[in-house]
């Protein structure tokens, strides 16, 4: 366990000596000592493995947050809501009146849940790609990679009429070969610059301070369509923005088209 924790820390280490805090500097943050050491150690190299090629130029058009100095954050959602989520989740940005990003995958929009996404988008949220089976796409040739791109952005289009131009890889994971297919059918990756740890801490005290505590100019926050976001989400959002942070939908924060 310590072993674990002691190159966690020097991974955490690394990046910050490598990417100082900075508005213009890709990084991604959020930590706990809550996180099973395993997690701890596999977030740790993977932000590494994922961020280096990002900053250096090596990975074309792929994001990670916004830049500049204006107090701007955006919320988006991974994985695709039950219907019993989707109503809560809705119900609390409506009131906050707050616009986010669902990414979503093809294959679990059903009978059960398309009336669910339909309403959200017709609300003003986002539906964008998040693959089609929620696959590790660094596993699969190129030609499985473009299935996945283009069978999730087809079936986003069929129920909400947009075809969506954003997209975020299952788990975070891409190599060259992923990058190289977004790119070609014109869409932007898209990663986060705050994780909530919403997918795995079940304190939702934690989960607001992993936020709260590392919240920058332009962040991308990550949270999922899961009890714990629902309890948070009030919370963070009164947080920000009695710190100053405004909650923008994510294409604004980006300047970018989210649609085709």
């Known amino acids: ?18 990417f100082p805090q900075s ?57 695709t809501p039950n219907p019993e989520n989707a109503r ?43 693959s089609f089976d929620h696959v590790n796409l660094k596993e699969l040739n190129t030609n499985d990679v473009d299935t996945q791109l283009v069978s ?4 986003i289009e069929e129920v909400t009429g947009h075809y969506p131009k954003l997209f975020r890889p299952p788990y975070g994971l891409s190599n060259r070969n992923v990058v190289d297919s977004v790119n070609e059918h014109g869409m932007t990756m898209i990663l986060w610059s705050i994780d909530s740890l919403d997918w795995t801490l079940k304190d939702a005290n934690t989960i607001v301070q992993v936020v709260i505590g590392n919240v920058h100019n332009g962040d991308i926050i990550l949270m999922h369509c899961n009890q714990m976001t629902i309890d948070t989400l009030p919370i963070i959002i009164e947080k920000l923005r009695q710190r100053g942070y405004m909650i923008v939908r994510l294409d604004e924060l980006l300047g970018i088209k989210a649609y085709r």
């Open 88 to 130: 809560k989740l809705l119900k609390i940005l409506k009131k906050y009146d707050v616009q986010g990003a669902f990414f979503v995958n093809g294959a679990t929009i059903n009978s059960e849940n398309i009336d669910a996404i339909r309403y959200t988008s017709q609300e003003g949220h986002l539906i964008l790609s998040h």
């Open 23 to 79: 508005s213009n500097i890709n990084d991604i943050r959020g930590n706990s000592w809550f996180v099973d050491a395993n997690n701890m150690l596999f977030l740790g190299q993977w932000r590494t493995n994922q961020i280096v090629p990002v900053s250096m130029g090596i990975y074309i058009n792929v994001i990670a947050n916004s830049y500049g100095n204006t107090k701007n954050v955006a919320l988006t959602f991974d994985d």
């Open 152 to 155: 999730n952005a087809e079936r």
């Open 1 to 18: 366990m310590s072993i674990l924790k002691n190159i966690f820390l020097f991974s955490l280490l690394y990046q910050k000596l490598l």
